[in-house]
T-cell receptor, first 111, second 114 residues
Framework: SQQGEEDPQALSIQEGENATMNCSYKTSINNLQWYRQNSGRGLVHLIL?????REKHSGRLRVTLDTSKKSSSLLITASRAADTASYFCATVLYNNNDMRFGAGTRLTVKP | SQTIHQWPATLVQPVGSPLSLECTVE??????LYWYRQAAGRGLQLLFYSVGIGQISSEVPQNLSASRPQDRQFILSSKKLLLSDSGFYLC?????????????FGPGTRLLVL
């Protein structure tokens, strides 16, 4: 069963704008990961944030984690057409050898 | 550097036929290996994971089975395919002793059962 739920399901923006995607989950986690998937391809790992971390950066990506609200956000700044893809959050629970993926957010960046 | 291969890329099979999808990893030893299925427009469902040769854990009861005959080889099989087995199958690996770290995915196999 899915643990994380992304919001929105789909997002369409213009090139240069920022894109924000959210992920909510229900139970305490060990870490949360964001992945990207281009259409018909495998997933690519973007960022891993642990439960004791609040924010991480990687290039134009910024991930925040609020464990009190059981939510995370992925911000892509200055978006490009090449950022068009589906973005998934995956949660890893404590004492559980398991990674649960949400249904994803489909991001379209228009040139 | 590590690479992960899956084949075939696309497969069309009749209902009731057998299935064998293969995944191999290069550039690492003793990886954790995983099989996921992704329905159209959905997230990933973990099917099997393996922490070593001959060690397979199944997440959900289903028409599929997995085997790990060699350290870096993971095979997904079925004796008789069902229509509901159609989907996008992804293999992944990680270098941790648990499932709690980054996973690296293969390019996937798209299976259509007719």
């Amino acid at each position: 069963s899915q643990q994380g739920e992304e919001d929105p399901q789909a997002l369409s923006i213009q090139e240069g704008e920022n894109a924000t995607m959210n992920c909510s989950y229900k139970t305490s986690i060990n870490n949360l990961q964001w992945y990207r998937q281009n259409s018909g391809r495998g997933l690519v790992h973007l960022i891993l944030i642990r439960s004791n971390e609040r924010e991480k950066h990687s290039g134009r990506l910024r991930v925040t984690l609020d464990t009190s609200k059981k939510s995370s956000s992925l911000l892509i700044t200055a978006s490009r057409a090449a950022d068009t893809a589906s973005y998934f959050c995956a949660t890893v629970l404590y004492n559980n050898n398991d990674m649960r993926f949400g249904a994803g957010t489909r991001l379209t960046v228009k040139p | 550097s590590q690479t992960i291969h899956q084949w075939p890329a696309t497969l069309v099979q009749p209902v009731g036929s057998p299935l064998s999808l293969e995944c191999t990893v290069e550039g690492t030893s003793n990886p954790n290996l995983y099989w996921y299925r992704q329905a159209a427009g959905r997230g990933l469902q973990l099917l099997f994971y393996s922490v070593g040769i001959g060690q397979i854990s199944s997440e959900v009861p289903q028409n599929l089975s997995a085997s790990r005959p060699q350290d870096r080889q993971f095979i997904l099989s079925s004796k008789k395919l069902l229509l509901s087995d159609s989907g996008f199958y992804l293999c992944a690996w990680s270098n941790s002793r648990t499932l709690q770290e980054t996973q690296y995915f293969g390019p996937g196999t798209r299976l259509l059962v007719l």
